[in-house]
């Protein structure tokens, strides 16, 4: 239910806002003016799962418009949503009735770079690949890869604490992270863009705005810690019998190529044989294996991380760990064995809906939940190859080396008969293993109600008494996790 408490949109809004931003910056629907661009890409998330109706979307172009925005919006109590690249998967970057929209997009300038400590600064809205293709000319890397680094800003990044491909090698964004510029509601302007990577002065409140989800600030800038890029880089994907064998080869990758090792992804069989059936492509190995994985090795030099590599292979093949592999042998293999795991998440949008569960597991029994949830599904009647059965399928991928399995369930349609069988079946399970309900995506609205199962009463009433302070009216992304 829309909150009361929240003022509707007036004419009088809509004119301070074209005269602050200009008019192709107020993007505005239904009152005095006319749409000036089509607002739905605003007001629904990648998934087409959710979808808002906000008739106001606006695109500042500094840090002092974002302040004024927010300071007007908080005197005249207009809820908004903060909005980066819209590639979340929780539904946290749209609204849910007529939140206002404030979309980062025009504050994407590079603030600076010390090609010396490898410290970045950027604009909120500088979108992610964009970011890193302007560190590779600098021998640099921005420590955070993703599927969707072409859409996705390094401020929604940040504000969702995302994880990513290498998250195993470069560690989380709380650490690399130095500072951030953010905007409160009230406009106060927290201007906390250290470059230091060590600073041991009182609490650290940049903190809070690194996967806050855009609940008590908008994020304008960040400053992060990018290391050297590595000259060399090699991948091999291969075929496994069981995910007792993907942890063997997982413990032997980090044996053998230990301070070389960059990414340890898994796939399994099925999230592969969709991939290739929606791609129309033969995958890079032949057979049906239940596990696939992918490892990627980045050091300085090719030949000697190559033949790593390739030794690490011949064991595993050996020791009958791994059945059957492949090493990239340029560039252009490279991406295409990336794009095996990449390209899953799209991959899995193909027939309508998709259920994703993203979860931190004790690795032993990672994948055991896919095999659990499948057999419920099919119990209950529900998954099948025609079309009157709604599920396609159940999957699992993710971030071995995290410990971070991505649980997918690709539907025809948004079912709510599948859902009553997930919910709070999938929550409850990784509950009782001590696992986390969002390992990497967050909680926006699609998790709201399952925070439970991972947080004690006691740090949701904090979190509240933290989103209390610095949002008194609650304007900000409101209706989502807290
Ligand atoms: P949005 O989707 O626009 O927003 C996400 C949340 O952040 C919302 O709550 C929004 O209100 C808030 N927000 C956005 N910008 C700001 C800001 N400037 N200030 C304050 N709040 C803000 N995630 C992973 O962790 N690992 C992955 O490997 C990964 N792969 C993905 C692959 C694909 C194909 C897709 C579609 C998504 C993937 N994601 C992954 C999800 C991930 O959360 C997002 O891709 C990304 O981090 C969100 O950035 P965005 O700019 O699109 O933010
Ligand atoms: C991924 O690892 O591919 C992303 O987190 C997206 C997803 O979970 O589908
Ligand atoms: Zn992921």
Known sequence: KRDSSFGGLKDEHVKYFKELLGAESAVIDGLSQDATEDLEPFNSDWMRKYRGHAKVVLKPKSTEQVSKILKYCNDNRLAVVPQGGNTGLVGGSVPVFDEIVINLQRMNNIRSFDEVSGVLVADAGVILEVADNFLAEKNHIFPLDLGAKGSCQIGGNVATNAGGLRLLRYGSLHGNVLGIEAVLPDGTVMNDLSKLRKNNTGYDLKQLFIGGEGTIGIITGISIFCPQRSQAQNVAYFGLESFEKVQQAFVEAKNQLSEILSAFELMDGRSQRLLSIVKESKLPIEGEHPFYCLIETSGSNTDHDGEKLEKFLEYVMEQEIVSDGVLAQDKTQINELWACREGVPETLSHWGGVYKYDLSIP??????????????????????????????????YGHMGDSNLHLNIPTRRFDKAVEKELEPFVYEWVAKRNGSISAEHGLGIAKKDFIGYSRTETMIKLMKQIKDLYDPNGIMNPYKYI
Not at 372 to 391: C, F, I, Q
């Open 363 to 396: 690795i032993k029994e990672l994948y055991t939940l896919v095999d659990d949830t499948r057999e419920k599904l099919t119990k209950a009647g529900l998954v099948g190859d025609d079309d009157s059965y709604p599920v396609v399928d159940v999957v699992g």
